[in-house]
């Protein structure tokens, strides 16, 4: 073996050795780096499936949102309607009140009216009473009166004198 192909052959194992040390250390980072790949990946899996579940939550988040916007405008409207209806109310208590107070004044002019009634009723039944015992009394008085006038009439003819009478003997 000559010089030239001992060095030939010296310089290949050199080359195959820093090759192979080469080799052997790419290969350690070559496995560290399927390691982080691995890592990631399973990184990136786990993230995707949160997103995914973010995405479903993120949906039904829209969906709810979208069902209480619904609910609120009805909400909204219903309120809207209680208010108009609660109004309306309140003006219809207002004009009962006033009615209320009306038909009080006019309660109190109708006991008001009765009192004077029932005073003027008893008045009238004393004026009344006072009338009839006048009438009776001039009923008596009138009956006296024409039993005077009769006897009056009588003594218009002497004869029937009381005097005349007993002198004559007749009754």
Do not use: C
Request: proline letters at 1%; charged letters at 25%; a positive charge.
């Amino acid at each position: 073996m000559t010089a030239s192909r001992f060095l030939g052959l010296g310089a290949g194992g050199v080359v195959a050795l820093v090759g192979g040390g080469y080799y052997a250390m790419h290969l350690g980072q070559f496995a560290k780096l399927e390691s982080e790949v691995f890592s990631v990946k399973k990184l990136v899996d786990w993230e995707t499936k949160a997103l995914e579940g973010l995405a479903v939550s993120l949906t039904s988040q829209e969906m709810l949102l979208q069902t209480l916007a619904t609910q609120e405008e009805e909400k909204k409207k219903e309120l809207k309607s209680y208010g108009s209806k609660v109004e309306a109310a309140r003006k219809h208590l207002v004009s009962m009140q006033a009615a209320y107070s009306k038909e009080q004044e006019t309660a109190l002019l109708v006991a008001s009216d009765s009192l004077n009634a029932i005073t003027t009723l008893d008045s009238l039944k004393a004026e009344f009473t006072r009338s009839r015992e006048a009438v009776s009394t001039g009923e008596k008085a009138l009956v006296l009166a024409k039993l005077k006038a009769s006897e009056s009439k009588k003594l218009l003819n002497p004869l029937n004198h009381p005097r005349v009478k007993a002198l004559m003997g007749r009754k």
